[in-house]
Each structure stands twice: as C-alpha cells, then as structure tokens.
C-alpha cells in the first residue's frame, strides 16, 4: 500500500529518444508534483496539477510534457532527452490549500541519458 | 526570487555529539517553513513545518525552531539512523523552494 509510486525506478536511454514516467497516489490528495534532483542533491520544481489543472509551470523547456488523466495519476513525457536531463526525478502529492506544503514524495526515478 | 540557504553542507558527528544545523530564507509571502528528511536512495521525507517566528516543534531527538530569517534544527544526542540528508524548504502559495541540504552523518 504505497502512497506515492513511480514507475520505472531506473531508465537508461539514448539522446534524442521520448521517455515517460509515470506517477499515482492513493493518498486522496488534491495536488501533485514533479521535480528534478540533480546531481549535487538540489531539489528544484518544475510541474504542479490540482485537481487536474497545472498550477505550477516552472522555467522548464517545452520537450518536457506533464499529463494528468484523473487526480491520481500525475505523468511526465520527455521528448527529444539530452544529457542534461540526466537526474533524479521525484513525483509528490499533498493535499490542496494549507496543508500544500506537507508533500509527500515517491521513491524517484533515476534518468540516465547516455 | 525565494532563496534558502542551508549551512554546513555537511556534519559529521560521533554518536551522542548533539549539534543544530541552519537554514536562512529569503521569501515574500512565508505561508511556511518545511524540514525534511532525506535517505539515500529515497524521496525526501517530511518533519515538521513551522509558520510562525518563535514556533519550535519536536520529534525524538529532532527539535526545529523557527525566527524571522532563519530557522534550525537541532538534534540532540544522535543516532547512527539520524545520518541522512536534511532538507529545508519554504512555501508560497503551492510552491516549496527547497535549499541543498545538510548530509548528516552520525558514527557509532
């Protein structure tokens, strides 16, 4: 009974291929996230859905797509991958309005992009 | 542009060797200010939040405080299942900007 689950956990691919990860929760939760860990650890958001509608659309280049079918479910599509994209990316879900910045996060899925 | 800046980068502790790490802000609009733990290999776990300057909040040997600028967290006589990495966050509106972090480590 995981809360927050990602799939797959680890991704190898070449430059210039589409990649997507997926996330659910069966927390409930109004709100989901996606973020980039690089290597040196830092924690930087790019996505955020309520209830389905983006929320948050960081400084983020358009090859990167997310996709919210229902409230449970936030994926992310990677079109065109470079070697920068290489890191670890982290799915989070928290419930909406004050309770936002209590996230709850997945195990990541660590892109490697060769 | 929020910024959140934690200090050391790294701690290396002997087991029982109580120390605070810090973690100075920098944000209009504070709804919030977000410890987390971070395990390697796994997504950040969440600690405590705190809102206002004065607020403190505890956990085991956890204890974070929180003043206008800057909040710490203190932990008192460590564990080696302390060692992780710490992270700090602020919140506006549904955003948590996140600072690097703080890699405990704790020897026995």
């Known amino acids: 009974d995981t809360a927050v689950s990602q799939t797959p956990k680890y991704l190898v691919t070449q430059m210039g291929n589409d990649k997507s990860i997926k996330c659910e929760q069966n927390?409930?939760?109004?709100?989901m996230y996606w973020y980039k860990q690089d290597s040196k650890k830092f924690l930087k958001i790019m996505f955020s859905?309520?209830?389905?509608?983006?929320?948050i659309n960081e400084t983020v280049p358009n090859r990167f797509s997310p996709k919210s079918p229902d409230k449970a479910h936030l994926n992310l599509h990677i079109n065109s991958l470079e070697l920068g994209d290489s890191a670890v990316y982290f799915c989070?879900?928290?419930?909406?309005?004050?309770?936002?910045?209590?996230?709850?996060f997945g195990p990541g899925t660590r892109l490697t992009v060769l | 542009e929020d910024q959140v800046t934690q200090s050391p980068e790294a701690l290396r502790l002997q087991e029982g060797e109580s120390s605070s790490l810090n973690c100075s802000y920098t944000?209009?609009?504070?709804?919030?200010l977000f410890w987390y733990r971070q395990d390697p290999g796994k997504g950040p776990e969440f600690l405590f939040t705190l809102y206002s300057a004065g607020e403190e909040k505890e956990k085991e040997r956890l204890k974070a405080t929180l003043t206008k600028k800057e909040s710490f967290l203190h932990i008192t006589a460590p564990k080696p299942e302390d060692s992780a990495t710490y992270l700090c966050a602020v919140r506006r509106d549904y955003k948590l900007s996140f600072g690097a972090g703080t890699t405990v480590t704790v020897r026995a």
């Open positions: 859905y309520n209830n389905k509608e983006l929320i």
């Open positions: 927390l409930g939760h109004d709100t």
């Open positions: 989070a879900s928290s419930p909406g309005g004050g309770g936002a910045g209590t996230q709850y």
């Open positions: 944000v209009s609009g504070l709804r919030g």
